[in-house]
């Protein structure tokens, strides 16, 4: 299908992932890494270090001095939120640009990823989950394929919608059916390209759990909690917008308490306000 192969041609033109992504990566997995460690991985990129020390500095984090070392930004901030900050920003690139054919102006699909990615660390924390950082880096990465695809959806997205509409499929089933591809799978395969783990590829292709199998992972089922979260959210932005299934199961297992749902929506609602302070410092 010449559509099939335009697809994947593209893959190649997104921005490369720094290799210091998997190293950072690798070391916060790892329970013997010393603080050390990760700060002399990230001390020895100059380009990353200037970012992450622009936004421990910038007003909306609010510190009472001015931080002048990533030693002081882990002292300060702990160990978590620093990864996060440079997992955000060295991924940040490709998903901070306009995809037209989701309806996601500029920074609109880079400024969900994020606070989605730590409303999935947060249910990843309170079910005591293993590898926070790799949960956090596929909710962050899990639409990338969006940043490929939305030129052919932009194209045929009255079909899809139509599927949606009629035939009552998802807006992934939909774009499959129309186009011979989805972004969950596409997502797979710029993930597998990226050279990240076996896991976290499952995890960003299967995010919307339409694999029934996926549904008893844990990790791939907080990326689709969290990604459903980040819908009810922002039920204006964005064409696909709640055009998925509701796997209430999965949803009963998490939250017997419903309150947990109103909580996270809060949460996220507070994070993409953080969020913005951030790119106010660009």
């Given at each position: 299908?010449?559509?099939?192969?335009?697809?994947?041609?593209?893959?190649?033109?997104?921005?490369?992932?720094?290799?210091?992504?998997?190293?950072?990566?690798?070391?916060?997995?790892?329970?013997?890494?010393?603080?050390?460690?990760?700060?002399?991985?990230?001390?020895?990129?100059?380009?990353?270090?200037?970012?992450?020390?622009?936004?421990?500095?910038?007003?909306?984090?609010?510190?009472?001095?001015?931080?002048?070392?990533?030693?002081?930004?882990?002292?300060?901030?702990?160990?978590?939120?620093?990864?996060?900050?440079?997992?955000?920003?060295?991924?940040?690139?490709?998903?901070?640009?306009?995809?037209?054919?989701?309806?996601?102006?500029?920074?609109?699909?880079?400024r969900q990823s994020v606070?989605?990615?730590?409303?999935?660390?947060?249910?990843?924390?309170?079910?005591?989950?293993?590898?926070?950082?790799?949960?956090?880096?596929?909710?962050?990465?899990?639409?990338?394929?969006?940043?490929?695809?939305?030129?052919?959806?932009?194209?045929?997205?009255?079909?899809?919608?139509?599927?949606?509409?009629?035939?009552?499929l998802s807006f992934v089933e939909a774009e499959n059916e129309v186009l011979g591809m989805d972004h969950t799978t596409l997502g797979g395969i710029i993930a597998k390209q990226w050279q990240f783990s076996p896991h976290m590829i499952y995890m960003i292709e299967n995010h919307h759990l339409t694999n029934p199998a996926s549904w008893n992972d844990p990790a791939t089922a907080t990326l689709y909690l969290a990604d459903t979260v980040a819908m009810m959210v922002d039920t204006g932005i964005g064409v696909d917008r709640l055009a998925y299934h509701v796997v209430q199961d999965v949803f009963n297992d998490f939250f017997p308490d419903k309150q947990q749902i109103k909580s996270l929506m809060i949460a996220y609602k507070g994070f993409q306000r953080k969020i913005q302070g951030f790119m106010e410092t660009d």
């Open positions: 299908m010449d559509s099939l192969a335009g697809i994947l041609k593209k893959v190649n033109q997104l921005d490369p992932i720094p290799m210091v992504i998997h190293k950072v990566l690798d070391l916060a997995d790892d329970p013997d890494t010393s603080l050390s460690d990760l700060v002399e991985v990230v001390e020895r990129d100059p380009a990353i270090t200037a970012n992450l020390l622009k936004t421990v500095n910038s007003a909306s984090m609010g510190l009472p001095v001015k931080v002048d070392s990533v030693q002081q930004s882990v002292a300060m901030l702990g160990l978590q939120q620093v990864v996060e900050m440079v997992l955000a920003q060295n991924l940040s690139g490709n998903l901070n640009r306009s995809q037209k054919g989701y309806g996601l102006a500029k920074g609109d699909l880079w606070a989605g990615a730590m409303v999935a660390r947060t249910i990843a924390g309170e079910q005591e989950l293993m590898s926070l950082p790799a949960i956090y880096t596929a909710a962050l990465l899990k639409d990338i394929g969006k940043v490929v695809l939305h030129e052919f959806v932009a194209d045929r997205l009255d079909a899809i919608q139509e599927l949606v509409s009629r035939k009552g």
